[in-house]
C-alpha cells in the first residue's frame, strides 16, 4: 500500500515535470511567432494549449483522487496541495504563451514588435525562456540554487517591462496607439510568464525547506 | 466529532463569502479612482490588497488543516479542493482591483480613462460590480439561477472589451499611445475580473450539481 502511494506521488510529480516541458515549447514557439510573424507557428500553440489545459486536469483530477483514497498527511498531504497550486500556476503560463501567439496571429501579416523594442523585446523572451527551463529542472531535481536564478531573471524582466511602458509613454514614439497597445500587452504577457515562474520556484523551495522565502501572498 | 468537522467546513464557506465582499469593496473603491482620478482611494484600495490576501493565505492553511486532520472524502473533500481554487481566483480578483486602483495613481493627476470611451468603460464597471455582488451572493446561498447572470454579464464585458481594442486600432482615434495603452490595460483587467468571476461561479455549480457545464479548462 505504501509503496503504491509513493509511486502515485512520483506519477504526480513527473506530470508536472513533463507539463512545464510542454510549456517551455509552447513559449519556444510563441516566442518564434510573435519575432518572425509566423502565423502558422501561432496557431499551432494556440491549438496545443488546450493538451496543457487537459494535462493539468488530468493531473489534478489524480491529486484529488489520492488525497481522497489514501488520505495523505503531512508532508505528502501539502506536496499534494502544493500540486494544484503549481499546475494552475504551469497551465496559466501557457495560457500566456498562447496569448504571445495570439497577439502575433492577430497582426499579421504585420509583425506585433516594434522596431525600436526589438533588443528589448529579445531579451525578455530570452529570460522567460531560462525561467522555465529552470522552472522544470528545479522541478524535477530539486537544485534550489534554481530558484535564486529565477528570481534574478524576474528582476531583469521587471526593470525591462517598466522600460517598455516608459518607451511608449517618451514624447519620441514614433509608433500608432494600436501598437502600443500590442507592445504593451506583449509586455505584460512576458512579465507575467516570468511572474508565475518565480511562484512555482517558491512553492518547490517551501516543500523541499518547509521555510517562506518571505512574500507569502505572491504564491 | 463529526459536527466539529461540519462547523469547520462552514467556517471555510464563510471566509470565502467575506473574501468575496472584500473583494467587491475593493472593486467600488478602485472603479471610483480610476472614474474620479482619486490618487487617496487608490492607495486605499493598493494598500487593503493585503488584507484580501492575507485571508486567502490563512483560509487555505485552514482548509488543508482540515484536510489533514480530518481526510475528508468524496463531496468534502470536493469542496475543501475547491475552496482553494475560488480563493485564488478571489485573490486575483482583488489583485484585479489594485490593478485599476494603481493605473488610476499612475496618470494622476490626469485621468487614465479617455473620453471617448467614459461610456464603455462605465458598463464595463457596471458589469463586473454585479458580477462580484453575484458571486458574493452565489458563494452564500448557492443560488444556481445566479450563474447564468454571471456568464451573461462575462459576455457583454467580452464584446465591450474587443470594442476597445478596436476603437484603439481605428484611424479615428486621436489619443496619445500611452493613453491607449491606458484604455487597453483598464479593459483587460476588467475583462479578466469578469472571467475569474465565471470560473467562480462555474465551480459552484460543479460542487452543487456534480456536472460541469461546459469548458473544464476555464475553471
Redo the contacts between chains.
Keep these: 500500500m505504501r509503496k503504491v502511494f509513493q509511486e502515485e506521488l512520483k506519477s504526480v510529480h513527473d506530470d508536472l515535470v513533463e507539463i512545464a516541458r510542454l510549456v517551455a515549447t509552447a513559449l519556444d514557439k510563441a516566442i518564434e511567432s510573435f519575432q518572425s510573424a509566423d502565423v502558422d507557428l501561432a496557431q499551432e500553440v494556440i491549438a496545443e494549449d488546450?493538451r496543457i489545459?487537459?494535462r493539468?486536469?488530468a493531473l489534478d483530477e489524480r491529486a484529488?483522487d489520492i488525497?481522497?483514497l489514501q488520505?495523505p498527511?503531512?508532508s505528502d498531504?501539502?506536496t499534494l496541495?502544493g500540486s494544484?497550486?503549481m499546475s494552475?500556476s504551469l497551465e496559466r503560463m501557457g495560457d500566456l504563451a498562447r496569448h504571445v501567439a495570439q497577439l502575433a496571429r492577430l497582426r499579421f501579416p504585420e509583425s506585433a514588435v516594434p522596431e525600436s523594442l526589438t533588443k528589448t523585446f529579445a531579451r525578455m523572451a530570452e529570460l522567460d525562456r531560462s525561467i522555465i527551463a529552470d522552472v522544470a529542472e528545479l522541478l524535477e531535481t530539486h537544485d534550489l540554487s534554481l530558484v535564486a536564478k529565477i528570481q534574478g531573471a524576474n528582476a531583469e524582466i521587471d526593470d525591462l517591462h517598466a522600460g517598455v511602458?516608459r518607451a511608449?509613454?517618451d514624447s519620441s514614439?514614433t509608433?500608432?496607439?494600436?501598437?502600443?497597445?500590442d507592445a504593451?500587452?506583449a509586455s505584460?504577457y512576458f512579465e507575467r510568464f516570468a511572474d508565475h515562474g518565480v511562484s512555482v520556484s517558491r512553492k518547490v523551495s517551501y516543500l523541499v525547506t518547509g521555510e517562506w522565502d518571505g512574500d507569502?501572498?505572491s504564491n
Tied chains: 1, 2.
Design positions: 488546450a489545459d487537459f493539468q486536469s484529488i488525497l481522497a488520505g498527511v503531512a498531504l501539502r496541495v494544484l497550486r494552475a511602458f511608449i509613454a514614439w509608433g500608432s496607439p494600436a501598437l502600443a497597445v504593451a500587452l505584460r507569502m501572498t
